[in-house]
């Protein structure tokens, strides 16, 4: 990982929840934040909409209300200001809610940890200060889809 960010780099890496990170962050002596991607944390719960429709479904809906919002945002050519005051305003609710959902599902334990859902609740909560990060920080987009669709010629390349 070294090779791919600078040395000298400051700033906040949006990234999955692969256990690297958290350490070449810390390595980094605070100079990089961290920030998780929302994608992953959907993908998840897509993962354990089989076995579980209700629950995955609503967290999915949830998730699906907040890149609503950042669609409007992009069409509407939000500047910083804007953007931060309605993800403050209207994203920020539905993560709360997110949160209180998946913490309280969690305390029930409704679900084994290896089952689909369990591992969709466990990743998004170990997650969750780095999900919250682009409700901070207007310049960070809600996951890193953009970066990952213009890699993914080059990774498919690399299998090859």
Not at 18 to 45: G, N, T
Not at 86 to 91: C, L, T
Not at 99 to 128: C, F, N, V
């Amino acid at each position: 990982m070294n090779r791919i960010i600078p040395a000298d780099f400051q700033g906040t890496v949006q990234c999955d929840g692969h256990s690297a990170y958290p350490s070449f962050a810390k390595q980094s002596e605070d100079r990089i934040a961290l920030a998780a991607c929302w994608a992953h944390a959907r993908r998840k719960f897509h993962e354990a909409t089989e076995s579980n429709p209700q629950q995955a479904g609503w967290i999915l809906l949830q998730i699906q209300h907040l890149y609503r919002i950042e669609k409007q945002l992009r069409k509407a050519k939000a500047t910083p200001k804007p953007r931060q005051a309605v993800r403050a305003n209207q994203s920020r609710m539905i993560i709360l809610r997110i949160h209180w959902a998946l913490t309280r599902i969690k305390l029930r334990g409704e679900h084994l940890p290896q089952s689909a859902m369990g591992k969709a609740i466990d990743y998004t909560l170990t997650l969750w200060p780095m999900l919250l990060v682009y409700l901070e920080d207007d310049r960070i987009e809600i996951d890193n889809n953009l970066v990952e669709n213009a890699i993914r010629p080059t990774a498919i390349g690399k299998k090859n």
